[in-house]
């Protein structure tokens, strides 16, 4: 996937789905009490990385912007200039504030990896810079200039090296078809065109319905841009199977890979059964109140929705998972073997780490009230682990300094009647009811908890 985003934030729906998975595939201890694998920024081969890798990008950076330079030079281009030099200063700052995972063992498996690929349009493999993100879904995407954004979230979902390696060629092929600068500058080109500055002055003119002309003008902007980002992910598709067979790997691992995205894309929530709530908060210093878990009838709840006045699958910017597979199916002879792939050493410690540390992902990413869904979710099968009623005692700590402060939106969703998954929905009711008094005293009470 091509973006200029620097570091997506998923929204909380799809974090809850990402918990879905882990809470039925994870067997180990998390680490976050003792010695954080990942988040151990203090760490002196953590730092060594980091500054590493802002020293390459800054000599990196200087010399795609002459790149560019050279080959945008009129209005549209130098506007393109000025935005890649304003992401680079954001990237580069947010790598300074530990944004990103510098790990030994996940910067070898990248590399290892990325070495496979060879060809004449394909980077030197040891000139790609990456940057592993903190973000828990399955994804990855290239920046204009070529650095590879990895999702840790990656090393849950995918089952093995050559699942992993097929997101890495798509990516390379995103980037060796230029896709986002040809977007981009086209968008630009477009935007400062004779035809957009008298489209915008014939709806100035317009002296009836002119919403509606606006609006229609905007829709058909919209519908071709979407168009031609879903025929940039079948291209980089396509071009990605291409070097990911010719380096080796196993073609029926990256039809696996786009299946397994088509299960994230579906994958149900998970349920919290109502005992959890009088297990771990009817506490002798305060006894659950009932009203608590009541929540609103949700049956008496009738919405009208308004026809949208876009259509949505036209703004779709990637083609549906179904549409990719059969894609490739078309293009391509897919092997049928059903001999199962296991991963090296190497990436099964890398699934082992991500993994052990989750919980902390979700708490440096300020989702509160998703981590200490799941939590519940680990103390529903096991109410006397001291690591999770530890997590408890933090979790309450910030949603008792955030309702204090009067910002609790921000880190927990609001009640949504509309959403079906109605346990989530009694959660989210029991965290809104609860008074500041209420969530001190939970919070203290697991406060002290020894892990």
Same mark, same amino acid.
């Given at each position: 996937?091509?973006?200029?985003?620097?570091?997506? +934030?998923?929204?909380?729906?799809?974090?809850?789905?990402?918990?879905?998975?882990?809470? *039925?595939?994870?067997?180990?201890?998390?680490?976050?009490?003792?010695?954080?694998?990942?988040?151990?920024?203090?760490?002196?081969?953590?730092?060594?990385?980091?500054?590493?890798f802002i020293f390459k990008y800054q000599n990196f950076r200087k010399s795609?912007?002459?790149?560019?330079? &050279?080959?945008?030079? %009129?209005?549209?281009?130098?506007?393109?200039?000025?935005?890649?030099?304003?992401?680079?200063?954001?990237?580069?700052?947010?790598?300074? #504030?530990?944004?990103?995972?510098?790990?030994?063992?996940?910067?070898? /498996?990248?590399?290892?990896?990325?070495?496979?690929?060879?060809?004449?349009?394909?980077?030197?493999?040891?000139?790609?810079?990456?940057? *592993?993100?903190?973000?828990?879904?399955?994804?990855?995407?290239?920046? &204009?200039?070529?650095?590879?954004? *990895?999702?840790?979230?990656?090393?849950?979902?995918?089952?093995?090296?050559?699942?992993?390696?097929?997101?890495?060629?798509?990516?390379?092929?995103?980037? =060796?078809?230029?896709?986002?600068?040809?977007?981009?500058?086209?968008?630009?080109?477009?935007? +400062?065109?004779?035809?957009?500055?008298?489209?915008?002055?014939? *709806?100035?003119?317009? =002296?009836?319905?002119?919403?509606?002309?606006?609006?229609?003008?905007?829709?058909?902007?919209?519908?071709?841009?979407?168009?031609?980002?879903?025929? +940039?992910? /079948?291209?980089?598709?396509?071009?990605?199977?291409?070097?990911?067979?010719?380096?080796?790997?196993?073609?029926?691992?990256?039809?696996?890979?786009?299946?397994?995205?088509?299960?994230? #894309?579906?994958?149900?929530?998970?349920?919290?059964?109502?005992?959890?709530?009088?297990?771990?908060?009817?506490?002798?210093?305060?006894?659950?109140?009932?009203?608590?878990?009541k929540g609103e009838d949700f049956d008496q709840y009738h919405y009208i929705?308004?026809?949208?006045?876009?259509?949505?699958?036209?703004?779709?910017? +990637?083609?549906?998972?179904?549409?990719?597979?059969?894609?490739?199916?078309?293009?391509?002879?897919?092997?049928? #073997?059903?001999?199962?792939?296991?991963?090296? &050493?190497?990436?099964?410690?890398?699934? &082992?780490?991500?993994?052990?540390?989750?919980?902390?992902?979700?708490?440096?990413?300020?989702?509160?009230?998703?981590?200490?869904?799941?939590?519940?979710?680990?103390?529903?099968?096991? %109410?006397?682990?001291?690591?999770?009623?530890?997590?408890?005692?933090?979790?309450?700590?910030?949603?008792?300094?955030?309702?204090?402060?009067?910002?609790?939106?921000?880190y927990v969703d609001a009640v949504d009647m509309r959403d079906k998954n109605?346990?989530?929905?009694?959660?989210?009711?029991?965290?809104?009811?609860?008074?500041?008094?209420?969530?001190?005293?939970?919070? #203290?009470?697991?406060?002290?908890?020894?892990?």
């Amino acid at each position: 996937m091509v973006m200029n985003l620097l570091f997506p +934030h998923y929204t909380r729906w799809v974090s809850v789905i990402i918990l879905s998975l882990w809470m *039925i595939t994870l067997t180990g201890q998390e680490s976050y009490f003792g010695t954080s694998i990942v988040l151990d920024t203090m760490d002196k081969t953590y730092r060594a990385s980091k500054n590493e890798f802002i020293f390459k990008y800054q000599n990196f950076r200087k010399s795609h912007i002459e790149k560019m330079k &050279s080959t945008y030079k %009129d209005k549209a281009g130098k506007e393109m200039i000025s935005e890649y030099q304003a992401s680079a200063d954001e990237l580069i700052r947010q790598v300074r #504030d530990n944004q990103y995972i510098f790990h030994p063992k996940i910067d070898t /498996l990248v590399r290892t990896t990325l070495a496979k690929f060879k060809g004449p349009d394909i980077p030197n493999p040891e000139k790609i810079l990456f940057l *592993i993100s903190k973000d828990l879904s399955l994804n990855a995407f290239c920046l &204009s200039d070529g650095v590879l954004m *990895i999702n840790v979230g990656l090393f849950l979902w995918l089952y093995n090296n050559d699942q992993f390696a097929s997101v890495l060629a798509h990516e390379l092929g995103h980037f =060796t078809l230029n896709h986002y600068n040809d977007y981009r500058y086209d968008y630009l080109l477009n935007e +400062h065109s004779k035809n957009t500055k008298y489209e915008l002055n014939q *709806i100035k003119k317009t =002296t009836t319905n002119q919403a509606k002309v606006a609006q229609n003008s905007l829709r058909k902007k919209l519908y071709n841009q979407a168009r031609t980002q879903r025929k +940039h992910e /079948l291209e980089a598709d396509s071009i990605g199977y291409a070097y990911y067979t010719a380096a080796g790997f196993r073609p029926k691992e990256y039809l696996k890979s786009m299946e397994l995205m088509l299960t994230y #894309d579906t994958l149900p929530f998970f349920t919290l059964d109502t005992s959890i709530y009088y297990t771990m908060f009817d506490l002798p210093e305060q006894k659950i109140n009932p009203a608590w878990l009541k929540g609103e009838d949700f049956d008496q709840y009738h919405y009208i929705d308004k026809p949208s006045e876009f259509h949505v699958d036209s703004l779709m910017s +990637h083609p549906s998972m179904e549409v990719r597979i059969e894609n490739l199916k078309k293009h391509y002879t897919l092997e049928t #073997d059903t001999t199962t792939l296991f991963p090296d &050493s190497t990436y099964a410690y890398v699934t &082992s780490i991500v993994e052990s540390e989750i919980f902390p992902v979700f708490y440096y990413n300020e989702e509160y009230g998703v981590a200490l869904y799941g939590v519940l979710r680990r103390l529903q099968h096991d %109410d006397e682990n001291v690591y999770y009623r530890k997590w408890l005692g933090l979790l309450f700590n910030k949603i008792y300094e955030a309702r204090k402060n009067y910002v609790l939106n921000r880190y927990v969703d609001a009640v949504d009647m509309r959403d079906k998954n109605r346990s989530y929905q009694q959660f989210l009711g029991f965290i809104w009811q609860l008074n500041l008094r209420e969530i001190k005293i939970i919070a #203290d009470h697991y406060k002290y908890q020894k892990p």
